[in-house]
Structures are given as C-alpha cells and as structure tokens.
C-alpha cells in the first residue's frame, strides 16, 4: 500500500458534468453535448496557454469556455449562465469519491488533491463534497503558474509532503494526466469509467480502475 495517495480533482473526485446536470430541463436536449464542448474548451486553454508561455486562473478559463460553448450550443439558453457557474464552483462529488477517501484515511494513507483548479474552485468544490476532514493537501498549479502536464505542476506533490516520485500514487480519470504523472515518476493510476482505449502507451499507468472504490487494494 502507498502512503501518499493523491487525487486530480475534476472528472476524478468532482463530477464536471453535474453543473448541466442541475439544470438539464431548461438546457434542453443539446445539455449534454454543450457540456462536453465547455469541458474540451476548458482543457484545450489550459494546454495552449502552458504552450505559449501564458498563464490566466482555471476559473477565467472556466468561463471562458462555458461562453464559447453557449455560443457554439445557442439552443441551451445562455441566461443559465450564472447558474451554470455557481454549479461548477460546488460541484457534486462522485458517489464513491467520499467512500474511498475513507477507507484510505482508515488505512494510514495521507491523501490529496493536485489540480488545475485555482484554490477558491477547489475549496468550494471540498466544502460542497464534505471531503476537507479525509484530505491533507489541497494542492493548486496556481502555485506554479502552470498547468498540468507540466512536471513542475506534479513536483509540488513531492514538495509538500517531502517524498520521492516513487512513493506518491496519483489518481485521475483523465489519460494525459496519468501520462504526465507517469513521466514524472510516480505510480499513475487511471480511473477509466467510460472503457476509453488507452493511450501514450508509452507512459502506462500502474493500474487501470472502473471505479475509485477498487483503489484500496490498487494503491
């Protein structure tokens, strides 16, 4: 068992869909798919900006694409955008995101969170779930002024709990995370709940999980 079990946040612990989630009557039958083009605009900025050597907060990027998303989607009114945003800042946690936390913390393990998300996002995605007690670090790239898959964003686990690479598990549902994870020396495990093929087979995780309640006996 590891000792040093670290999480990405959104799509892993938080449910990034569930702020469309809340308001899918009155988003119309285009919710889902504009929900998934804002969560694609979202990351794509993320990666640009770190490419070009810019840096602009998660949340001004959250927003961001939620308007070219609207825009792309103008069936899905673009009044809910308030709404949509509020949702996002305290999104649902996953069923079993709470459950796992627990049973790690029960079995010794120091937790995390390493995230994209600026530090208010995170803390008021934390409050929402309840999960504060069961984490000891809520670790934001905000630090670094980079996003993930920097390694410099994945040093500041190390850093804060005065590790090697080797020692930390990282945990995500997104592949290019686990990949960034991999390169830089710790344990990656993929949280694949939708049965993606794989990819960067050149950095495999460690593990590959359906669910988050299977980590106990992977970490």
Same mark, same amino acid.
């Given at each position: 068992?590891?000792?040093?079990?670290?999480?990405?946040?959104?799509?892993?612990?938080?449910?990034?869909?569930?702020?469309?989630?809340?308001?899918?009557?009155?988003?119309?039958?285009? $919710?889902?798919?504009?929900?998934?083009?804002?969560?694609?605009?979202?990351?794509?900025?993320?990666?640009?900006?770190?490419?070009?050597?810019?840096?602009?907060?998660?949340?001004?990027?959250?927003?961001?694409?939620?308007?070219?998303?609207?825009?792309?989607?103008?069936?899905?009114?673009?009044?809910?955008?308030?709404?949509?945003?509020?949702?996002?800042?305290?999104?649902?946690?996953?069923?079993?995101?709470?459950?796992?936390?627990?049973?790690?913390? &029960?079995?010794?393990?120091?937790?995390?969170?390493?995230?994209?998300?600026?530090?208010?996002?995170?803390?008021?995605?934390?409050?929402? &779930?309840?999960?504060?007690?069961?984490?000891? &670090?809520?670790?934001?790239?905000?630090?670094?002024?980079?996003?993930?898959?920097?390694?410099?964003?994945?040093?500041?686990?190390?850093?804060?709990?005065?590790?090697?690479?080797?020692?930390?598990?990282?945990?995500?549902?997104?592949?290019?995370?686990?990949?960034?994870?991999?390169?830089?020396?710790?344990?990656?495990?993929?949280?694949?709940?939708?049965? $993606?093929?794989?990819?960067?087979?050149?950095?495999?995780?460690?593990?590959?999980?359906?669910?988050?309640?299977?980590?106990?006996?992977?970490?």
């Amino acid at each position: 068992m590891a000792s040093i079990v670290v999480f990405d946040a959104y799509g892993t612990l938080f449910d990034v869909h569930a702020a469309v989630g809340r308001c899918h009557g009155e988003a119309g039958p285009e $919710a889902g798919r504009m929900s998934e083009i804002w969560r694609a605009k979202q990351l794509e900025y993320t990666w640009t900006l770190t490419l070009a050597g810019h840096y602009l907060d998660f949340w001004t990027l959250t927003e961001r694409a939620l308007d070219f998303a609207l825009a792309r989607v103008p069936s899905v009114p673009a009044s809910l955008k308030p709404r949509l945003l509020e949702s996002y800042f305290r999104l649902d946690a996953f069923p079993d995101a709470r459950a796992t936390l627990r049973a790690l913390k &029960a079995r010794g393990c120091r937790t995390g969170i390493l995230s994209n998300g600026s530090p208010a996002m995170l803390q008021g995605a934390v409050e929402a &779930a309840g999960i504060g007690p069961d984490l000891d &670090a809520v670790l934001s790239v905000d630090a670094v002024k980079l996003f993930k898959p920097r390694p410099e964003t994945y040093r500041l686990v190390t850093d804060h709990f005065a590790c090697r690479a080797a020692e930390v598990t990282f945990v995500s549902s997104n592949r290019w995370d686990v990949m960034g994870a991999t390169s830089a020396g710790l344990r990656g495990v993929w949280i694949n709940r939708g049965g $993606a093929p794989d990819e960067y087979r050149d950095f495999p995780p460690a593990a590959v999980l359906s669910e988050l309640t299977a980590l106990a006996a992977a970490a």
